[in-house]
């Protein structure tokens, strides 16, 4: 609590203070890449704990825009190139293939020119299907989570969890026979289908969308189902990579470049043999984390982001600039 305190107070120092020209210039690594997941101004409602508005998205965006340059997809490769000639260059990204976030970044393409990379789970198209985190928000938020029993009875001996315990038991307790296919019967006992559930709320893009999509939009790979990666066998591990890589390839008449790994955090949520199941399919030199932290451990070609969801837009611009006693402190010893 004293340390969170502390570092928000810093924050807000350097940047009231006229200093954050100078962190800018000799401290900020530059490019950055921001992210956002849900992004809209009629949110479902058990998704509005994780969604941010669009009014306070634009927020953002327009106290961005007035001290940073936005990247194109080929303007961010160059820039990692050279990173001394990026500075105040910022990569705007989301996740997770919600069609209101979509519009979103099509209205900052049309009406802006502001470019964007847009990581879409392929699974999900057309509103085929809500992945195991969406259904059991769902079921959380009907009935006091009634219908979440078979979850309970598998992970927790049928003791029910408050949303932060079960967060994390089910992270850790994470494969197909124990979380998602719980969750499922779950949702099937409420009357109700992933796809059924997709589509009542029209959650997200359409494949259509996808191929017609605006050029300063890139498409990357955010895996086929949104599962935990690093808990999946070899088999269903290469059968989830293998099925976002072919179905964006053909939707996109090329390979994607870039690949952000669900839930983000390098080694538990994505590792070695993730990256080794996930290049065997193609090169992929980019992968994106989820996680600005400079405790997370790198991997090959990985590429931090800071999600902005939680973020006041007063405080945008110093989070961006990465203004914290740590990134300080790792400056100094360099």
């Given amino acids: 609590m004293f340390q969170a305190r502390f570092s928000f107070l810093f924050k807000r120092t350097v940047v009231s203070t006229g200093l954050l020209p100078w962190w800018e210039e000799r401290i900020t690594p530059w490019p950055r890449v921001i992210f956002y997941h849900y992004v809209g101004s009629a949110q479902p409602p058990f998704l509005r704990e994780t969604a941010l508005r669009k009014e306070r998205f634009l927020e953002q965006i327009s106290a961005l825009r007035r001290r940073y340059r936005f990247l194109t997809w080929r303007e961010y490769k160059e820039a990692l190139v050279s990173p001394r000639e990026a500075t105040?260059?910022?990569?705007?990204?989301?996740?997770?293939?919600?069609?209101?976030?979509?519009?979103?970044?099509?209205?900052?393409?049309?009406?802006?020119?502001?470019?964007?990379?847009?990581?879409?789970?392929?699974?999900?198209?057309?509103?085929?299907?809500?992945?195991?985190?969406?259904?059991?928000?769902?079921?959380?938020?009907?009935?006091?989570?009634?219908?979440?029993?078979?979850?309970?009875?598998?992970?927790?001996?049928?003791?029910?969890?408050?949303?932060?315990?079960?967060?994390?038991r089910c992270h850790e307790s994470f494969s197909l026979r124990d979380v998602v296919e719980p969750i499922e019967e779950g949702l099937a006992r409420f009357g109700m289908t992933p796809a059924e559930l997709a589509a009542r709320y029209q959650l997200y893009v359409a494949s259509a969308d996808i191929s017609?999509?605006?050029?300063?939009?890139?498409?990357?790979?955010?895996?086929?189902?949104?599962?935990?990666?690093?808990?999946?066998?070899?088999?269903?591990?290469?059968?989830?990579?293998?099925?976002?890589?072919?179905i964006l390839k053909g939707l996109l008449g090329e390979s994607p470049e870039a690949f952000a790994y669900p839930f983000g955090v390098p080694e538990t949520h994505f590792d070695e043999r993730c990256l080794r199941s996930l290049q065997a399919i193609s090169a992929y030199p980019y992968i994106f984390s989820a996680t600005d932290s400079a405790l997370s451990i790198p991997m090959p070609n990985g590429k931090d982001r800071v999600c902005l969801d939680?973020?006041?837009?007063?405080?945008?611009?110093?989070?961006?600039?990465?203004?914290?006693?740590?990134?300080?402190k790792n400056w100094l010893l360099q």
């Fill in 212 to 246: 017609k999509r605006n050029d300063l939009i890139e498409i990357g790979n955010h895996s086929h189902s949104h599962y935990i990666l690093s808990k999946l066998t070899d088999a269903e591990l290469d059968n989830d990579l293998r099925c976002s890589h072919e």
């Fill in 88 to 168: 105040r260059s910022i990569l705007l990204t989301f996740d997770d293939g919600f069609q209101s976030s979509w519009a979103t970044a099509k209205q900052l393409a049309e009406d802006h020119q502001i470019p964007s990379l847009f990581f879409v789970n392929t699974r999900v198209l057309d509103n085929a299907y809500s992945p195991w985190t969406i259904q059991y928000y769902f079921l959380r938020s009907e009935a006091n989570g009634r219908f979440l029993e078979p979850l309970w009875k598998s992970i927790s001996k049928g003791v029910p969890l408050t949303p932060a315990v079960a967060r994390k």
């Fill in 310 to 328: 939680n973020i006041g837009t007063r405080d945008v611009v110093g989070t961006v600039a990465k203004v914290t006693p740590r990134t300080l």
